[in-house]
């Protein structure tokens, strides 16, 4: 895991738009007709439907996918009381994960009111707008009462995560780890630290699934909870069985089963030897486990472990549960979360845990393999089959148990929809970072006294991409490391022009003269050019001191990439290099070519570069579905470039019949599959979603994807050079970190397959 700074993530908040969540318009704007339909005077007739029929809120508005996240800041993180200011980024936290996992938008309300009464009056006022509630961050006891009182009083989904996030995940990872252990949960003897609201609703959870209240030893800061205690409230009366005391340290005697739910340092290593035999041991305080991972396995070879932190197995995340839960409630309409649901939700999650788990998950996790076992009790976060495993199990106990509103009959076409709100942005950048950490490789910064170079190769490093080779002047760039903060232990500095790379200069010129000596160039002046650094960076790479090459952050694209072609050259067979770009839009991502090396390529030449496209995306595991451009529509227009895309399309049909492609194609009848359909279901590309775009000319590629990247606000990834010999790839000018760091992860996986 990368390690994060402070400064970090105060900068991850306020860079750009300050804040991580916007509202953005879900209908057309742009005319005044629009304009009068979504307001005056066209509002008018929704409003009139819902006042006739309360329940067409649903139909006409947002509502039916909104959740408000409401905190009032009394319990946030393990930061405690500090206020509903203080706890605005959170609650954003929330709403960014809530619509990334299950596609679900979010008004985060923070609460200046520690009065419960007053809290459940604001949140009463304010429900007509949601389709749900999630409390969050709420201090005990006041939580339990808040929640109670707004379940009974209101008709829409509400769940305090806090309490029952944690709850249902870490019953799901009991019921596995049990299994493993081959124990039944009526007769294992539990030991809880903490008594605060996610304890509480663990232990109720568990006694749901089976296990004894008399076998449940609770500790709060006083001591064990029993009913020789006075200070209880109702929802600690209800573990308070045993009738004497005991100390935590003995309570750990022959204990099966170990929650911690309070705070670092509190379990030793002689508390976990006095477990029995296959000890299950949850110690979920963040950020420091009551006993660490490390101490806990040193002493027990049998345990089955679970903490809270993602760098070791068998996290609890709560992003595992509440956003599949809101999911499946919110599309049946239901008018609350009740224990079935919950507990729908706990055998789907253990049960998701123990199929065969997707390559991709396993390669995001930088494993070899992943399967049901001590280390995989629970299913991993970025699991993508979480949304379509727990919401309709959800949706379905709704339905049984009587409190869903809306019905659903086709579970087929639900699933359908559910993995396509997933999209596929995300989910490819999951890829590339997963199959770049596989099998990190040496790579060249050019520029490293630029600081934007220094913190992607620093970002590089810490997630498992790269090991950074930064060309420049070191004096200038270990400056620059000190002044940024940047952190690179066993980064390698190489100054091209330094005495002691005169040995490496002049083997590296005297190869390159070898190869241009009938092109005008004399041996001198090819060891002189090995002092500048995309020279010597691509003669790194192209004699096996590196893998792959960042450049062209500071330069021109033309100057940067001639002595890259004169060094690498091109790909054995490949006679056409290409530049493509990669947008990740709301459509999914979108693969533009060639957008940044051909002036004006011929039909042959847009044939191979679409081949030589398709090659490079599949590396990506997503299926090319391609349209050659033009201001045609199959022969509509004649013309030179028209026909030239119409030519290479007839090549591309003949020799790759298996090849998704059309054209020549006007881009809105590529991008609109249904208007495709209407007019010419003939196509290739008819009911299919194209995700690959081949441009006539440099001037429309590169015209297209820098208007797409500037009115679409999408991230960018490129160009990305196809057809080279040796992984080289040149930056956009200016780019950002983030682009340079996807940039490196492509770069890896590029050299991963030379």
């Not at 042959?604 to 033009?630: D, F, G, H, Y």
């Amino acid at each position: 895991m990368a390690k994060i700074r402070k400064q970090d993530a105060l900068d991850y908040h306020a860079m750009g738009r300050p804040g991580k969540i916007e509202v953005i318009p879900t209908k057309p704007y742009s005319s005044q007709r629009d304009l009068s339909l979504a307001y005056s005077p066209g509002v008018a007739e929704p409003c009139l439907k819902i006042a006739e029929n309360k329940d067409d809120v649903y139909k006409y508005t947002s509502k039916s996918n909104l959740v408000a996240v409401i905190s009032n800041g009394t319990a946030v993180l393990g930061l405690g009381d500090i206020g509903p200011e203080a706890s605005k980024p959170v609650m954003e936290g929330k709403g960014l994960l809530f619509k990334i996992f299950a596609d679900i938008d979010v008004f985060d309300i923070e609460i200046d009111a520690k009065d419960p009464e007053l809290f459940i009056q604001t949140v009463k006022a304010i429900a007509p707008t949601f389709g749900g509630i999630n409390l969050e961050d709420i201090k005990a006891p006041e939580a339990f009462e808040i929640e109670r009182r707004l379940k009974e009083e209101l008709d829409i989904p509400i769940m305090h995560d806090d309490q029952h996030g944690t709850a249902i995940i870490s019953s799901a990872a009991l019921l596995n780890a049990l299994e493993l252990a081959k124990k039944k949960i009526e007769r294992v003897k539990i030991v809880i630290s903490g008594a605060g609201a996610s304890a509480l609703s663990c232990a109720k959870l568990y006694v749901a699934l089976g296990a004894k209240v008399s076998n449940i030893y609770m500790f709060d800061s006083k001591g064990l909870i029993g009913a020789f205690r006075t200070d209880l409230d109702d929802m600690k009366t209800f573990f308070a069985s045993h009738k004497k005391e005991v100390s935590f340290e003995e309570a750990f005697k022959g204990a099966d089963v170990f929650l911690g739910l309070s705070r670092g340092g509190l379990v030793n290593k002689e508390m976990i030897k006095k477990m029995a035999k296959d000890p299950i041991v949850f110690a979920l305080a963040n950020p420091d486990p009551e006993i660490s991972y490390k101490d806990a396995t040193s002493v027990r070879k049998d345990i089955i472990m679970a903490t809270g932190r993602s760098d070791h197995p068998n996290q609890v995340n709560n992003v595992l549960g509440f956003p599949f839960i809101f999911r499946g409630a919110l599309d049946v309409r239901a008018t609350t979360i009740n224990e079935e649901m919950k507990l729908a939700a706990v055998k789907a999650i253990a049960s998701l845990a123990k199929e065969t788990i997707p390559e991709e998950v396993i390669e995001a996790y930088g494993e070899k393999n992943i399967s049901f076992g001590r280390d995989q009790i629970i299913p991993k976060p970025l699991d993508p089959r979480l949304i379509y495993s727990v919401a309709p199990a959800v949706a379905k106990a709704a339905m049984e148990s009587g409190v869903a509103k809306n019905p659903i009959k086709d579970w087929q076409k639900y699933e359908a929809e559910l993995k396509a709100r997933l999209g596929l942005d995300n989910e490819l950048m999951r890829n590339i970072t997963a199959k770049a950490q596989s099998n990190p490789k040496k790579v060249v910064f050019a520029e490293a006294d630029n600081v934007k170079i220094l913190k992607a190769a620093q970002v590089s490093y810490e997630e498992g991409v790269a090991f950074p080779i930064l060309l420049g002047d070191r004096d200038v760039i270990l400056a620059l490391m000190e002044e940024y903060n940047v952190e690179l232990p066993e980064v390698t500095i190489i100054d091209p022009k330094a005495d002691s790379e005169e040995e490496r200069r002049t083997n590296f010129g005297k190869e390159f003269f070898q190869r241009r000596k009938r092109k005008g160039l004399t041996e001198f002046e090819a060891v002189k050019l090995m002092r500048e650094r995309n020279h010597f960076g691509a003669m790194m790479v192209d004699m096996g001191f590196a893998d792959a090459m960042i450049t062209g952050l500071t330069r021109s694209y033309r100057s940067t990439v001639k002595p890259l072609l004169q060094i690498i050259g091109l790909e054995k067979d490949v006679k056409t290099a290409a530049g493509m770009y990669i947008l990740n839009t709301k459509r999914g991502p979108m693969f533009l070519a060639d957008t940044t090396v051909n002036l004006n390529p011929t039909a042959s030449q847009i044939a191979e570069i679409t081949i030589n496209v398709a090659k490079t995306i599949r590396k990506l595991k997503v299926q090319p579905k391609i349209a050659l451009l033009s201001y045609s529509n199959f022969g509509s227009s004649p013309g030179p470039d028209s026909e030239k895309m119409a030519e290479a399309v007839g090549v591309l049909h003949a020799d790759y019949p298996a090849l998704i492609v059309d054209g020549e194609i006007q881009a809105n009848f590529a991008l609109n599959s249904d208007l495709l359909m209407e007019k010419f279901a003939f196509s290739t590309l008819a009911n299919k979603e194209v995700n690959t775009l081949i441009f006539p000319n440099l001037s429309a590629g590169n015209i297209s994807y820098k208007l797409l990247q500037q009115m679409t606000d999408s991230d960018a990834i490129g160009p990305i050079l196809i057809g080279m010999r040796k992984s080289i790839h040149v930056l956009q000018l200016g780019a950002s970190v983030r682009e340079i760091i996807n940039m490196v992860k492509v770069a890896v996986i590029d050299a991963q397959n030379k």
